[in-house]
C-alpha cells in the first residue's frame, strides 16, 4: 500500500508549475488577452495551478502554426512519423508514476486507476498506431487490362480535438495518435474541469515533437472551444462530451463541409442472464465484478454500465451477491493505492449527480446503497465525493434514461431474452453494453441484438487499442480506437492510370 | 396554450440578466449524454438551430427586464423527460460545452421534480 503525497508537496514524485501557458508552436506562449483561470482539484476542492484562458486569438495562432507544420509533417515517411508515436510512448511510460499521479489530483479518480490503466493504455495506443501506420497499404485495382486505379492515403491537414475531463490523457491520446499517425497537425483543446495534466504531458514530451504538430489551446468551451470547432481553417473536428454541444459542433462543421467525430455518451445496460447464477465459481464472481464496474471511475465513463438488467429467476440472490460487492468498495483519498472509488471530477459534477439522486427517489426508485454525498474528513472535506450508488426501478425513470456520469446504477429485472434485448435497447444511446451468459448461444444473439456500437461479452471495461469504440443511435458518429481510425483521419487519393496509347474513341 | 414545463430559480435569473447584458437575447437547449449531458445549455438565441419537428419547447423562462428564454429539448429526449418539470438553478462550477456561464466560474443546473395530475393532465394532447 502506498499514498501518494499530492503533487508539489514535500516527497511528491510530481510537481505542477503554478501557471501554464498555452502550448503553440513548440513554445509556451502567453494568451493574447493575458487573462488566466485557476483550476482546482476535486480532491480537496482547492486550486494548485493557474491556466491560461484562451480565445479566438489564441486558437488562430494555434491554426498559423499548425497549418504551418502540417505540409511538412504530412509528408513525412510513416516510418519517421511511427518513431515519434513510439518516442512518445517511451517517454510516457519512463514518467508513469508521476503522469499517473498528477492525472489523479486533476481529476480525482483513484491513483490505482491512472497507475493501472489510464497511463499504461495511452503508452500503448501510442504504439499500436505506430505499428498500425507501418502496416498500412494502399490500394491498386485493376480496372481493365490497361487501367488501374491506385489508392493512396494522404493526410487531412490541420484537425481539431476537443477533450473530455474523464480521461484527460488518456482521451488526449485516443484522438491525437491516429491524427498524428495519419500526418496530420493537430489544434488540440482540453476540458476546462482538467487542463493541466496534459500540459505536464506537453512539457514531458516537447523536445520529440517537431514545433506545430501538436497544439494545445486551453480554455473555456464557448470562448476557445467554439472558435476551433466553428473555425474554417480545419478539416475536421472531433469531439467527446454530449448531445446538444455534438449537434452544435456539427452544425458549425455543417457550414464548413467538414467530417465531425462524435462520442456523446450513452446508458449502458449490463445484462445478466441467469445462467450466471448456475455455479458458484470464478465465473459468477467475474460476473458480480461486471455489476460493480458501474463505479469504475466514479462513474464518469461514457460507457459505464449505469443500467443491471437481471434476469427474475435470479434476481433477488444476484443483485444480494452484488450490493455485498458495492458494499465493499473502498472509498477515499485518490492518491492512496488501496482506494477503489475516489472524487468526482467537479462540483457542478457533484451537484447534477445529487439531483439525479434527487429525481430518482422522487420517481419512486428504491435506494439500496448509498444515496449521499460523502465527506471524507479532514482535507478530503472540501472534496467532490458521492457514495456509490445503487437504484432499483423502472426503465422507463429518467435514472434509467440519462447518463448520470456518477457511481449510480439503476437495476431492474427481465423475464426472457426477448425482454431483456427489448429493455436493453429501450434508450436513445448505443455506446456500449454488457452481456453475461455461460451459454455462447445466448451472449452471442444478445449481443447481436443490441444496439449498441461496443458489446462487452462476459467482460467489462476493457479498452484495448485494436478493438473499435463509438456509437450507434444518439451516442455519436463513427469510431476512435483500431487501424480503422487511420482512415478516419486521412484523404483517399484515387490515380486512375490509363496505360493505353489508344484514345478512347469519343472524339 | 399548454403550460410551461421549466422555471428558473432567483440566483439564476441574475445570472441571466448577467448574460443578456454582454450576449443580448438567451435560449437553452437541455442536453443529453455523457460527460456535461442533462446539462441546460445556454446559448445567443438562435446560436443552436432548433426546430418543432427535432424540438420540444418546454416553456419560456420569465426574468424581468429580459426577454423570454425558450427552453428547448430533443423531441426524442422529450419522450423520456415529459413526466417531469425542470427548474433551472445555478451552482458553482464549470461546465464544458459551449454554455455561456462557463467563464463566470457558475453552472446552470437542472433541477426535476415530477408533474402535478393537474400539470400532467393540462399537458395531455
Given amino acids: 500500500m502506498t499514498v501518494y503525497q499530492p503533487p508539489g508537496r514535500p516527497g511528491s514524485v510530481v510537481s505542477y508549475h503554478p501557471r501554464y501557458e498555452h502550448w503553440i508552436g513548440g513554445t509556451w506562449t502567453p494568451p493574447v488577452r493575458g487573462r488566466y483561470f485557476e483550476n482546482p482539484t476535486p480532491v480537496t476542492g482547492l486550486p494548485f495551478t493557474e491556466i491560461a484562458r484562451g480565445t479566438a486569438e489564441d486558437i488562430e495562432a494555434a491554426l498559423d502554426a499548425a497549418h504551418a507544420a502540417a505540409p511538412a509533417w504530412g509528408r513525412t515517411a510513416p516510418a519517421e512519423r511511427a518513431r515519434l508515436l513510439l518516442r512518445i510512448a517511451d517517454r510516457m511510460e519512463q514518467h508513469l508514476e508521476e503522469l499517473a499521479v498528477a492525472e489523479s489530483w ?6 490505482r486507476e491512472t497507475l493501472a490503466a489510464d497511463l499504461p493504455l495511452a503508452v500503448d495506443h501510442l504504439r499500436y498506431f505506430a505499428g498500425a501506420l507501418r502496416a ?3 490500394g491498386l485495382s485493376q480496372i481493365d487490362e490497361d487501367t488501374v486505379a491506385y489508392h493512396f492515403h494522404e493526410p487531412l491537414g490541420v484537425v481539431g480535438q476537443i477533450i473530455p475531463w474523464n480521461f484527460p490523457l488518456l482521451m488526449a491520446i485516443w484522438k491525437l ?6 500526418g496530420n497537425a493537430v489544434v ?11 500540459m505536464l504531458l506537453m512539457e514531458l514530451i516537447a523536445d520529440l515533437v517537431p514545433p506545430g504538430v501538436i497544439n494545445v489551446v486551453n480554455g473555456f468551451g464557448v470562448e476557445a472551444g467554439k472558435p476551433l470547432a466553428s ?13 446538444t454541444t455534438g449537434r452544435l459542433i456539427m452544425q458549425y462543421a455543417s457550414a464548413n463541409l467538414i467530417p465531425v467525430t462524435l462520442e456523446l455518451g450513452g446508458k449502458s445496460p449490463n445484462v445478466f442472464f441467469a445462467d450466471v447464477a448456475d455455479r458458484r465459481d470464478d465465473f459468477y464472481d467475474k460476473a458480480l465484478e461486471g455489476f ?19 434476469q427474475s429467476s435470479i434476481y433477488d440472490g444476484f443483485l444480494g451477491d452484488g450490493l455485498e460487492r458495492v458494499r465493499a468498495m473502498r472509498q477515499g483519498n485518490p492518491l492512496d493505492t488501496e482506494t477503489m472509488v475516489g472524487a468526482q471530477a467537479s462540483n457542478d459534477q457533484l451537484e ?9 427517489r422522487a420517481e419512486g426508485a428504491k435506494v439500496l446503497a448509498g444515496g449521499e454525498r460523502v465527506d471524507l474528513g479532514g482535507e478530503l472535506s472540501g472534496g467532490f465525493y458521492v457514495a456509490p450508488t445503487v437504484f432499483e426501478g423502472d426503465n422507463s425513470m429518467r435514472i434509467f434514461q440519462e447518463e448520470i456520469f456518477g457511481p449510480v446504477v439503476a437495476v431492474t429485472r427481465f423475464e426472457d431474452f426477448e425482454d431483456g434485448v427489448g429493455l436493453a435497447n429501450d434508450t436513445l444511446y448505443g455506446l456500449g453494453a454488457g452481456v453475461w451468459s455461460r451459454d455462447g448461444s445466448t451472449a452471442y444473439r444478445a449481443g447481436r441484438a443490441i444496439q449498441s456500437g461496443r458489446v462487452w461479452t462476459n467482460c467489462y471495461h476493457h479498452y484495448p487499442a485494436h478493438a473499435a469504440f463509438g456509437g450507434y443511435k444518439n451516442s455519436g458518429i463513427g469510431r476512435e480506437n483500431h487501424k480503422v481510425l487511420l482512415e478516419h483521419y486521412q484523404q483517399t487519393k484515387n490515380l486512375l492510370v490509363n496505360y493505353s496509347p489508344k484514345a478512347q474513341g469519343f472524339f | 396554450m399548454r403550460p410551461s414545463q421549466v422555471a428558473v430559480t432567483s440566483q439564476a435569473a441574475e445570472l441571466l440578466r448577467q448574460l443578456g447584458g454582454e450576449h443580448g437575447p438567451l435560449m437553452f437547449h437541455q442536453s443529453g449524454g455523457c ?9 445567443p438565441a438562435g446560436e443552436l438551430h432548433v426546430s418543432q419537428e427535432t424540438d420540444r419547447l418546454l416553456g419560456e423562462l420569465v426574468v424581468e427586464g429580459m426577454d423570454p428564454i425558450p427552453v428547448w429539448m430533443a423531441k426524442d429526449q422529450y419522450a423520456y423527460w415529459s413526466h417531469t418539470h425542470l427548474t433551472i438553478d445555478v451552482v458553482p462550477g464549470r461546465g464544458s460545452g459551449f454554455s455561456l456561464e462557463s467563464p463566470t466560474g457558475l453552472r446552470f443546473l437542472t433541477r426535476s421534480r415530477l408533474l402535478t395530475d393537474e400539470e400532467a393532465e393540462a399537458l395531455t394532447p
Avoid: H, W
Fill in chain 1, 352 to 360: 447534477k449527480i445529487l439531483s439525479y439522486i434527487d429525481i430518482g
Fill in chain 1, 188 to 198: 488540440l483543446k482540453p476540458a476546462e474541469q482538467t487542463p493541466a495534466s496534459i
Fill in chain 2, 35 to 43: 460527460c456535461d449531458g442533462s446539462a441546460p445549455m445556454c446559448y
Fill in chain 1, 177 to 182: 495518435a491516429p491524427a498524428l499517425a495519419a
Fill in chain 1, 106 to 111: 486533476e481529476n480525482g479518480k483513484p491513483v
Fill in chain 1, 292 to 310: 460493480a464496474m458501474f463505479a469504475l471511475n466514479q462513474g464518469e465513463v461514457c460507457t459505464c454500465p449505469s443500467r443491471a438488467l437481471i
Fill in chain 1, 231 to 243: 473555425s474554417s481553417r480545419i478539416r475536421k473536428i472531433s469531439f467527446t462530451g454530449e448531445t
Fill in chain 1, 136 to 138: 498500412q497499404e494502399g
